[in-house]
Structure formats: structure tokens, C-alpha cells
């Protein structure tokens, strides 16, 4: 319950800060991101321009790259997100989209995990993609060999970095009827991470957050249409009771967190 | 009746197979594309990536190449992409958007024409440019021209071949008031078309689909917002009873389809 | 009353005569925007293509500029598409998103100004940072300046040409809650524009349409989500009776109209 009331107490830091979020994402997805982070509270940002992109992460608070549509303004767009974030400390969040898709994109993901995103989100096909190019398995393997917080979604989602781990079982089928929830979810942990108390809080608050503003939208919609709007409805209006009534989170203990290494993709934990 | 079940259990096989169809579209319909394809249960992807998008075709079931928005990276990747289709037989569907408002986006869909597209699919002005542009008349005129099979929307919806054509007379008025309907209808032809039972009959079954929903979602919308997600909701949970008890499709005789061919857009069938 | 008469009269307009409107817009602003146009009766069109803008600005009867993302192709695709618009006297709206964000972003606002859009349309941050740069103040010292009707979005809106304004005090907190709103009121300045009865004229009328719809819309939302969509079924369906019951708009005398040239932003008026 502690821990519920950290995480309603960071949607109202959200919302009273409405810190600066930039987001390199794919076409698709970039209005209902920032629809959802304006949900919350967050200022979203979009521009792809190498004229301006310095200026823009420079005075965002956390930054989001999403390779889910790769071209070349957004290839330099990264290089320079990227130099600027890690020259001033910016937090940032990685969402390697459909990298089993195909070689170049999985270059590209890897590329930028030497550049050490704070957190990874994928689903498990992602991550295990990922997991296996590093030379690791699992969501906790490639924790850590990156040093990253990883979340890993699916019916439960996984929130790990090295040596601890949460598994959250809230969300509703229709999230992933609908496009862009997914990326939208990467936009929330940069949200959460512009907060700067760490990237593993960030993490599974964001996750659970969506998880659980799915949850309400999906019991009252009558399809993926209602579920798209529904959710950013529940999201600005999320509290600590509708945490307390709905979560369902679990710390793991060391072992449990150690075996997550060996996780294939589709286990549950 | 018979063909409505049919088209009933196309739309289950599209939810148990989950399809891949790549598309190839503008900026503004590409989530509504998505929200589409993933509503009857297909798996959209997005890619314009000239280093990927071969992957991504070939580890695709159909192909939608939507020319609303063009520029130099779009062309490329349709080059790539038709390479590919056509290397490896994966059905296709040209939607000519605005064809008409420009010589250049004409000369294009000529040049896309040439290569064969499974399905062409447009209003009646846009059919109209393009069927003028290869020097024949007309819908009808067009698919035995090019020898695809021609679905041209408008308050009565046209399905031809040569020698075969159903008329459609389903849908909302409030369909033509939300972008990216259209756009989606084309990518939602992809969708039936992965299915490989032909190209006339996913060409009818999508566009019954999407007619169907839309009237079901028109029936209770209040405006275009409320028929945008509430397309997406009857499109999900769509039934054969609700093909049996609304669907208005004509099978023309010979004589009739002949007749097609001398339609000017705005004639009624 | 006669003014909002005049107000629900070019509505009409719009509904009966569909005028074409071209917007150069960002990415995350295309779609809703494009509904937003449709909702009103206008049709949009979005093509960025510098082989064929030029035949979509010639054949439209408005223009719209959003610098919210920029790059090299939409750069050139401004350049033509004003060049086409000066030539042919088209009306343009310019809006300056975030131009207070990045030195590039205000160079290149800057030239636009030169071109003289017929209206500027940003918030009080925008507004200012553009005054600034030309050496002037607040929205009327913008407006003076340039030649231009400025709107000045906030919660209280302000539309002013050199020796006039007005303020609108409708709108509804949700509003700025959901990405391209604004924007979207830009385009819709573009659409009453091409009604050709006068810059400041069309900007009060649209902003006033897009605030009471606005309220309309929020009155009933439970969110951000159902805001978004709830907006359109009212812009869709607003009638003079909604502007006769909700419309808080107040025009201003010479010396109330003097005086917004020193407002700084966040003044109320």
C-alpha cells in the first residue's frame, strides 16, 4: 500500500510539474503519445529537425526514442537527442519496436543500447530480440548486461533491473487492439523518469499507471474505439483508491528475480 | 445468405490468423490504418525505411501502398516494396488518393498501375481520373483494362472484375466526414486479401465489412468523433447476424456489369 | 446577436460550399486536424510533395502553416506553397507552435511574418515571443506591426487588427488537455478564410466556433479522451441557438484595444 501511495503521489507531481517530455517516436504513434502524456499532466514535444532537436532536449526533462518508423531525419534526429542527453544527464527511455522484424532495426536497437538507455520497454518478443543480441535471456539477463531498468509487457508485465524485480497482472486485452498503447506506455516512463527518483520507480509506476488506467477503460468499453479515448479519460483522472482497489503487483524476492534471467518469451512468472 | 457467411468467416479468419499487412500510407491515416487492421484481429506494420522494408514486405501477407502523402522516401520505399511483392507474389492494393488534384501524383499512380495491383480501390472521381488516364470508362472499364479488380466507394459502393460486379449499399453519410475512413477501407482490402481466397471476393467482403460497420457505428453516433472509435468498436465485434440483418448487396448480371463501364462518377447502378 | 448570426451564417457557408484547405501541418496534428475541417464541411488536404503542392495550393482556397515540426521537406514545401498563395492571393494562416522553444523555430517564423500571413494564430507565449522579435508587444503591437489579425489563445482568447479586437471568454479547460486542439483551431481559421469576407471577421468567427463547440464538448467529457472526439460531434453540429446561449464575446473600444498592445502574456484583459 506504501508503494501504491508513491506511485498516485507521482501522477500528482506529474501534474502540478508538467515536465517537458520529448518524444523521437514513429508516425503512427506520435498524437496519441502525446495524448497521453498530456493525460497525465506531462508537455510533450515531437520535432525530428537536427536544426532544433538540441534546443528541444535540452529543455525537456526526459526524452523518448521509439524506432517504430526508422528513416533518415530520424537517424540523425537520435545522434543528436542523444549526445545532448547524455552530455546534460537527461534520462531517457528506449522502445526497440518490431526489432525482430528485421536486421537493420535490430543494428540500430543495438547501437543504442551502448549508449545506455535508463530504461528499455518492450514486449517480450522485443526483448528477448534484444536479450539474445547482447548474448543474454530474458528481461532480467539483459537488465543485466545493460546496467537498464527493463519492462517487458504482456498478460503480466515485468519490471526488472539487476537484482530486483516487480510483476504487475493488471491491463485489459483490448490495450493491444489498439495502436500506439504500447509506444504511448514508453512516453509514460520518460514521463516518470522527468520526476528523477529512479529509473526502476519510474518503471514500474508508468507500467502500472497504464496498466491500471487500462483496466478501467477496458471494463466500461465496448470495443478498441472506446477503449482509445476511454483510457486517456482514466488516466487524467486516476487516484490512490482506484490503485488500492485494482493493483495487483508483487515484489520479487532475489531468487524469484535471478530465475527471471531464464524467462522465454510467453512464460508467465 | 450464402455469401454472408462468407464474408462472416473471412472476418474469423482474420481474427485467428492475425495477418501481417504492411502499408504503405499518408501521415494522417496511418494510426486510423492501424486501429483498422487491428480491430478485425490483423497485425498492421508501418515501415518506410528503405533498409527494412524489404524485411517487412516479405514477412508480410498483403500489401497496401495508399499514395495521400507522397515524397522522395515514400517513392523509394514503393519501388522496394513492389520488388518485393511481386518477387514473392504477396497480393496488393493501390489506393490513388486524390488523383485527380495533381499531374504528378497521376503519372505515379500510372506508373503503379503498370505493375498490377491486386485491387484498386477509390471514390468516383478518383477511379473516374485514372480509368480516363488509361484510356477506358468507367470502374468496369478500368478493372478489364488493368485486369485488377476495381472497388470505386460513394453512396452505392462498386465491386468489379471483368465480367462480375456487386453493388454495395451499405454505410453512414457520417463516413465521408472522418479522415482516413477511405485510407482504411484500402488497408482493410489488404487485410481480406492476405487471406489468398481471391481478389474479387476480399475486395466485396472488405468493403461489405467496413459498410456494415459503419452503418451499425453510424446508427448511434452523434457526430464524426463518435462514429471515429465507435467504426473501430462494430468493426470488432461484427457477426454474421448483423450481415444477415443489414447488408444490401447486388449481384450484377453480364449485362449489367457490361454496363459499368460506362458509369460516369455520381451515376447511380 | 447579429454578430453571432453572422458567426452560425458562415458555418452555413462552409457547410454548403466544402472549401478545400491546404495545411502544411506537424506530423501529430494531421489527422485531427484534417476531422476537425471535415466537421465544419471543409475539405482538407495535407500532400508536403514539392512536385505537386504547388497544384494543391492553387486549386485550395485556403492555407495553413504549423511550423510544430519542421524539416527539410516541409521548408520546401512552405516555400512553394507561398509562393503559389502570394501569386494567387490564396488567404494564409500562420501558426507559430513553439516557436519560443528554438532560435531556428523564431528565424524561420520570423521570414513567414515577412510573406504576411492574413492571421497569426498562437498562445500567449507564442504571441509574444514573436512580438518580441519584431520589436513590438503583446498581441495588437503584433498585429500593428505586421498587418496581420492576431488570435491570442488562452483563457481568455484575444482576436485583434490594428484598431479592433475582441475577447472571447468561452473554451473549456480540457481543451488544452488534448494535442491539436490548437492546432486545429488554426485550421479552421484557414476555413472560414476562404469564406473571402475579411481576416478578422473569419478569425473571431472560428475561434468563437472552436471555444463553444469547446465548452459544449467538455461540459459532457470525462476526459481528455472524450473531449477529443465529443469536439468534433459538436463542431459538427453547432447552430445558432448554442451560440445565442454560450457565446461570452466582447468587443473592445479604441482605447481597450490600445492598451492589449502592452499586455504581457498571462494578463488578463
Known sequence: MESLKMCAEA??????????????????????????????????????????IGDFVSTADALLINIGTMDAERDRAIELALGVAQKESKPW?????????????????????????????GNSTEIDALATAVGASGPAGLAKCTGATVVQTGVTDIVCRHGEAVTIQNGHPLMSRVTAVGCAGGALVAAFLALQHGAFSAAWEATLTLDVAGEVAGSEA???????????????GLDVDQFAALARIQWLDQEATRTLGGLKPGDSV
Open 93 to 121: 527511455v528506449l522502445d526497440p519496436v518490431m526489432v525482430d522484424r528485421s536486421a537493420f532495426r535490430l543494428k540500430q536497437a543495438k547501437r543504442l543500447l551502448d549508449v545506455g538507455p535508463d530504461v528499455i520497454r
Open 11 to 52: 501522477l500528482t507531481q506529474l501534474r502540478c510539474r508538467a515536465p517537458r517530455v520529448h518524444c523521437i517516436t514513429n508516425n503512427a504513434a506520435a498524437a496519441y503519445s502525446a495524448n497521453v502524456l498530456l493525460a497525465v499532466g506531462a508537455t510533450p514535444s515531437l520535432s525530428l529537425a537536427e536544426q532544433e
Open 222 to 236: 465496448r470495443g478498441p474505439g472506446s477503449l482509445q479515448f476511454g483510457l486517456l479519460d482514466a488516466l487524467s
